[in-house]
């Protein structure tokens, strides 16, 4: 019970190496405790390792009747992210609810589901609902995405002044936290706030250099925010200084040549980078979306549905963009 404890508070602090570590001695300790071998998952899932955390899941789901009813219903639900089917992943959550109706994690989670098919009304209204029983717990919750996600929610929604408002509620939760302070420079350069905007940049680069983060990469997460916040030109020049800075690193190449594409800035140079980064990783579903799009709007359909199809193969849960795209590809084809 203290090593599941303590990797939950790992989790939460999105240290998921350490909430791995606390799981698995948990689990050791007893094999007939089966919610930290199923939250296992997770904290894989969360650090891309996709294959250890499916490993994990047909492991134990043949083992689903011997878990308490709440574990059974969490387990179905998971195992409906990874068969890609958002759809029956809300209505496992719904059966949740109905067991555990003030299951806060779980309410959050139908309100990320509804935001992952792009429902973001249904989603906002879920992750109020979340946050409100949190409220009444205290409202002292300390996982960062609890506010990150429904804020970025607002964001798209154009309710500025929620967004703000669940980011404020966020950081006095979770002090100088970066995903929160990123957040709020997002939302201040998307009102014209410039002033305002600064002080929550100069607190991100703090915060990144205290935890040991490389200044011209700092500066690369700089110019996402700028992008991210409808900046273009600003967040571009950024991006293409860092890959001069870093030309074998295949995330900047990845996120540089994904933005020249998404908007349509050099399609051509965009494609260049994706190609570089698929050379270190070659089955990286996001990287390979990103040549799929790419060879859309180049009007290559055919190779195009062969990329995204693959990536699509390789994806561990459902992705709406991808989704969307695959199918605007085939209407094309059909026409052709």
């Known amino acids: 019970l203290k090593h599941f404890i303590q990797g939950w508070q790992s989790f939460t602090k999105t240290d998921y190496p350490a909430a791995v570590e606390h799981w698995t001695k948990a689990y050791s300790h007893d094999s007939s405790f089966y919610t930290p071998r199923a ?19 047909f492991e134990i789901y043949p083992e689903i009747e011997k878990m308490p009813l709440l574990g059974q219903l ?42 992952r098919i792009h429902q973001f009304e249904k989603a906002a ?62 939302c201040a350069l998307s009102r014209g706030s410039s002033e305002e905007a600064e002080e929550y940049l100069s607190r991100f680069r703090r915060t990144r250099e205290s935890e040991g983060a490389n200044g011209d990469l700092i500066e690369f997460e700089i110019g996402r925010i700028h992008l991210e916040a409808g900046m273009i030109t600003e967040g571009m020049e950024m991006l293409l200084k860092a890959v001069e800075i870093f030309p074998e690193r295949s995330w900047v190449r990845y996120v540089t040549g994904w933005s020249l594409i998404e908007h349509e800035q050099d399609v051509e140079e965009g494609m260049r980078h994706i190609e570089e980064a698929l050379k270190s990783n070659p089955d990286n579903a996001a990287y390979l979306e990103a040549k799929g ?10 190779e195009a549905k ?3 199809e693959k990536a699509w193969d390789l994806r561990y849960e459902y992705n709406h963009e991808h989704y969307l795209l695959l199918q605007e590809v085939n209407q094309a084809l059909a026409v052709q």
């Open 39 to 57: 939250m296992l998952i997770y904290a894989y899932g969360n650090q891309g390792l996709t294959k250890e955390a499916r490993q994990i899941l």
């Open 293 to 302: 799009l790419g060879l859309f709007k180049l009007d290559r359909m055919e």
């Open 306 to 308: 062969k990329v995204l």
């Open 125 to 186: 209204e879920y992750f109020e609902k979340a946050l409100e029983i949190d409220r009444q717990w205290g409202g002292t919750f300390g996982w960062p995405a609890f506010y990150t996600t429904p804020a970025n929610i607002y964001h798209r929604l154009g309710n500025h002044k929620r967004e703000k408002e669940i980011l404020e509620l966020g950081l006095r939760n979770v002090p100088e936290n970066r995903s929160m302070l990123r957040r709020l420079a997002i």
């Open 74 to 115: 969490w387990l179905k639900y998971t195992k409906s992210v990874y068969d890609k089917d958002p759809h029956t992943s809300i209505r496992s959550l719904e059966e949740v609810l109905d067991a555990e109706p003030y299951f806060r994690g779980a309410t959050w989670q139908i309100g990320w589901e509804y935001s």
